[in-house]
């Protein structure tokens, strides 16, 4: 369908012009509500933890210009060439200052400052007035009201101290932790700013912000039950009667469930709304492979005006852990495969743009990873949302790692930061269980009770390892373990790897036995850690330890085997290069044997290894032994049994040659905000355009236009910069203006190469860059028969007559009705009550009326405001008959209804309708439609708001036309 909005439905046309005016799109509530980002332009000062850069006549002029996320330092592949702790005592342990004006309109609005994230106590003065402080972590959402301490209709100075040294009582500190704990204010800022009375944030209590469940989720009936629990802070200096309206929309923005509550709401009192709705038709499941997102939007309302608003994207999904069948998602068993993400980046640390979350996000999905867990503390919210649109299930967990505290503030904050976690993300369909314990020590009574009181609906999973005690579930719902090695695990009950090996080797015993739930490698990414003893500890230009991909997200060369045991499209891959010191290969393909050929000369053809240890795998990897060195052209070819064919080629390097430059904007834009950041990669290849693996060159990256090489001139070593698997990296970073850069890679004897990007605009308002249209149609259903017809729930009835005058009153569209008109002066219209026919929605097309004309039947629909309406009708005959039509029309007057010859198919047709001016229906027949689809026509119409509309239905013969029920909407034309 067509996506052009016709703006001409007369009922929505003076909403219409008021959302252009606040650049909302159609049917989006404006209300008092606004919420932009901070994250640009802030003076920044490192250091001096005592000073008073608080105070209002404080010179910044010459602190730096930064805009968020920010890291306080940048830091080298080497972690500085420090030797620090793995309590980190050193490292990032340090203080920033930062100060920003901002402008505060003259209204009664409350006015918040949201943070997202920062490392790790926060203190916050505003027009040099001491707020508040947030004590209890980095890693989740703060928030403070400023509403006494802003001048409005003025500039207001405010000032933030993000200190990040070492504290005992919050963890994961004091240590020690195989990450680093990195610094600054490394997420987003917003300025919030709400009427009086308003939806309250999420974590600001158990009962506050909106919490919606899905009690009931079928999909073998494909039904669903929604829960919305929604917070409403009275701030106002009197007694409100609040309405809240809270819709249900589907990807097109139509909405599909409208739930309406009012109440009283005392000065100063949070109530909480409780509402409760169904869906049951063309109802969307999420899934890993179709996460389909619902809207919810809920609207304040007080004395007929829309004040406030909230919209949160859910899914509905149903998930369990089955002792027998494992882990099912929508009633569907499937493994849990996937990795561990720490969200760190190289140079910038914790700083990331939310377009780099979402890129993490995507590339699992490009491997056909279904699980991410957030090692080891709470993550982005874009991560999380990325999780969402890319159907991806998320294990997230409370900042721990290993250490337990005596301390009974640290414990507090645990708990506090647990809370916050929970309902910061309660609501996201792609979440589906919390770590309950200490990372690694497993799980913990205190922890585990906290997350059930916040969510008593996820899973509870208790992160212990073979070291570390009781080798089981305990209270949680889950035994999840490290399993790197040998385990204890007696079998009753499902054992699941939150963290463990990777490769088709380490995948194989999960795929094979149902009760072990599912493996999230240990690491998804390469990461920076002070542990003393990994592989490149010492290493003086890459201290990074570990990842199936490294640290800059460029691939390792055995995770293509991923896409061959977990996609579905064709992949072959040849995971080694070919060059002298090659005697083996190992192919990972999804064919069904690979032949391997060797310039032009066959080699050998193989199945996938039959070798036990990959026992359980779909696609286990073909292992080409022995094979003799000779320079030129390797190609593995892929045969499936359809008699389709893939090749992978790989050639041997010959000199290096010139660069081949990758911007990596798969997926994404590149947005002029000052903080985005883009990846290079700059391959260095041959003249045939071959990687050259072992390559030392060094390459200098530079950019024309508004962009910076992330760390030049910073003395980190990141420009000029080495490569691995003969690819250099450099991270690029937005200015503010919107147009072209070009990047450019170039080194010492090799021929460079150019790359130009577009930065596009980039909003501050949250609000208008995050809304979508909302069609809220009008809709009524009508149930036709006689007048001893079977009236359902939701539906209205229309009671007809043989001989009467059958018009039927809508109530949603008041003043429009529609009858029942015969389609000649001899035709015979035949009312029928309720047949008991068995079906969903069975009480609708179980009776109607059947009209016998050779003109067929018409709906006249009269004073209709002009506009666009869709039209839904059933037809189905309750039960068949093949004799032949008597010609005998008074006859017909007495014949049971049930038993009269119909026609089998039917058109409607009318000049009033869009498009095509007939439409072709199958009429359904009998009593048994429990597993069948009713006979359905739907066709778009439009009134001109004075004549009536003639729709008309008939046969192809004489027989009579079976109609049963009618649904019209509303509607714009897509």
């Known amino acids: 369908m067509a996506r052009l909005v016709l703006f001409f439905i007369m009922l929505f046309g ?165 990450y680093v704990k990195f610094s600054g204010l490394y997420r987003d800022v917003y300025l919030v700013e709400t009427n009086p009375v308003h939806v309250t944030f999420n974590w600001e209590t158990l009962n506050s912000g909106v919490n919606i469940t899905t009690p009931t989720i079928d999909p073998v009936n494909k039904n669903a039950t929604i829960d919305i629990k929604t917070a409403v802070k009275n701030e106002a200096d009197y007694e409100v009667t609040c309405q809240l309206v809270t819709r249900i929309i589907n990807k097109e923005g139509i909405v599909v469930l409208r739930l309406k509550d009012e109440t009283k709401i005392k000065q100063g009192q949070e109530y909480q709304f409780n509402q409760i709705g169904s869906l049951e038709d063309d109802v969307h499941f999420w899934g890993i492979d179709n996460p389909y997102l619902y809207r919810v939007n809920s609207v304040v309302v007080v004395n007929n005006k829309t004040i406030d608003f909230v919209e949160t994207k859910i899914g509905l999904r149903k998930f369990e852990q089955d002792p027998v069948r494992g882990f099912l998602l929508n009633n569907e068993p ?128 208790s992160q212990g390892a073979r ?139 193989l199945k996938p290894s039959a070798d036990t240890i990959y026992d359980g795998l779909d696609h286990a990897p073909f292992h080409f032994k022995n094979l003799k060195y000779h320079p030129g052209k390797l190609v593995a070819k892929g045969y499936f049994k359809d008699g389709k064919t893939i090749e992978a080629v790989k050639q041997t390097a010959r000199k290096p040659y010139a660069i081949s430059l990758n911007l990596d ?32 060159h060094l390459i200098e990256f530079t950019v024309k236009g508004d962009g910076t090489v992330i760390g030049d001139n910073a003395n980190i070593n990141a420009n000029p910069m080495f490569t691995e698997y003969g690819v250099a990296p450099a991270l690029i970073k937005a200015g503010n203006t919107v147009g072209k850069i070009t990047v450019t890679a170039k080194s010492k004897g090799l021929k460079s190469d150019s790359s130009v990007v577009t930065l596009v605009a980039n909003s501050n308002n949250v609000i208008a860059k995050e809304a979508q249209v909302i069609y809220d149609f009008k809709s009524e259903r009508v149930d036709l028969g006689a007048s001893d017809q079977l009236v359902q729930f939701d539906w209205n009835p229309w009671y007809g007559s043989d001989n009467g005058n059958n018009v039927y009153n809508f109530k949603a569209l008041k003043g429009a009705k529609v009858s029942v008109k015969k389609g000649s002066s001899d035709g015979v219209n035949r009312w029928l009550g309720e047949m008991n026919v068995i079906g969903k929605y069975g009480f609708a097309y179980g009776d109607g009326v059947l009209a016998i004309d050779d003109k067929g039947v018409n709906l006249v629909f009269e004073n209709l405001p ?104 509303e509607w714009a034309q897509f």
């Open 14 to 178: 003076s909403l219409m012009s008021d959302l252009k005016a606040q650049n909302l799109p159609y049917g989006f509530p404006d209300t008092d509500r606004t919420k932009m980002s901070l994250n640009q332009n802030w003076k920044f000062y490192l250091g001096n933890p005592e000073a008073k850069n608080y105070d209002v006549n404080v010179n910044d002029s010459n602190w730096k210009t930064v805009n968020v996320p920010h890291t306080l330092e940048l830091t080298s592949l080497t972690l500085d060439g420090l030797q620090d702790e793995k309590t980190q005592l050193v490292f990032h342990r340090k203080v920033g200052w930062y100060r920003k004006t901002i402008k505060v309109d003259k209204s009664d609005k409350k006015v918040f400052l949201e943070f997202e994230g920062a490392h790790q106590v926060t203190d916050l003065w505003v027009n040099g007035k001491h707020v508040g402080q947030h004590a209890v972590g980095g890693y989740t959402p703060f928030h403070f009201d400023v509403t006494n301490f802003v001048n409005k209709g003025a500039d207001n100075q405010i000032t933030l101290l993000v200190d990040n040294r070492r504290n005992e009582v919050i963890p994961p500190d004091p240590g020690p932790f195989d």
């Open 665 to 696: 904007t798969k997926g994404r834009t590149f947005k002029a905000d000052g903080a985005d950041i883009l990846v290079a990669y700059a391959s260095v290849v041959d003249k045939n355009g071959t990687v050259v693996h072992d390559t030392k």
């Open 334 to 461: 499937i493994e849990l495969i996937g990795a561990n993400r720490h969200q760190q980046y190289p140079y910038i640390g914790d700083a990331l743009p939310n377009a780099l979350h979402y890129k993490d996000m995507l590339q699992f999905k490009a491997y056909g990873f279904n699980i991410m867990r957030t090692a080891h503390y709470p993550q982005d919210n874009a991560l999380i949302e990325a999780c969402d649109e890319l159907g991806i299930l998320v294990y997230e967990e409370a900042p721990t790692w290993i250490s337990i505290s005596d301390k009974d503030a640290w414990w507090d904050n645990l708990e506090s930061a647990a809370r916050t976690m929970v309902r910061n993300h309660r609501n996201h369909a792609s979440v589906i269980m919390w770590g309950a314990g200490v990372n690694h020590r497993g799980y913990v009574p205190r922890v585990h009770n906290t997350i059930k009181q916040e969510d008593p609906n996820r899973l509870t999973a």
């Open 467 to 605: 070291w570390t005690g009781w080798q089981t579930s305990g209270l949680t719902d889950i035994n999840a373990n490290m399993l790197y090695g040998p385990f204890i695990w007696d079998r009753s009950e499902p054992i699941f790897a939150m963290e463990g090996g990777r490769g088709a080797k380490a995948v194989a015993p999960y795929k094979n036995d149902t009760l072990m739930t599912g493996l999230i490698s240990w690491t998804a990414h390469a990461y920076y850690t002070f542990h003393p003893s990994h592989a490149r500890a010492n290493s003086k230009i890459d201290r990074t330890r570990s990842g199936m991909m490294t640290i800059f997200r460029y691939p390792r060369p055995n995770l293509e085997w991923y896409k061959a045991e977990l996609k579905e499209d064709p992949v072959i891959d040849i995971e080694e290069e070919w060059n002298a010191e090659t005697q083996s290969i190992t192919v990972n393909s999804n064919a069904d044997e690979v032949e391997l050929i060797l310039n032009g000369k066959r080699i050998e053809k």
């Open 866 to 969: 002009k506009g666009t309406y869709k039209l839904k009708t059933w037809h189905h005959a309750p039960s068949s008959n093949s004799d032949s039509m008597d010609p005998n029309k008074e006859k017909l007057k007495s014949v049971t209804i049930h038993k009269l010859p119909y026609e089998k198919s039917i058109i409607i047709n009318s000049e009033a309708l869009i498009g095509e001016k007939s439409v072709d229906v199958k009429v359904t027949e009998g009593k048994q439609m429990q597993w069948d689809l009713p006979g359905m026509g739907e066709v778009k119409f439009i009134s001109d708001g004075n004549n009536p509309v003639y729709i008309n239905f008939n046969g192809k013969g004489t027989k009579g036309v079976w109609l049963n029920a009618i649904e019209l909407s």
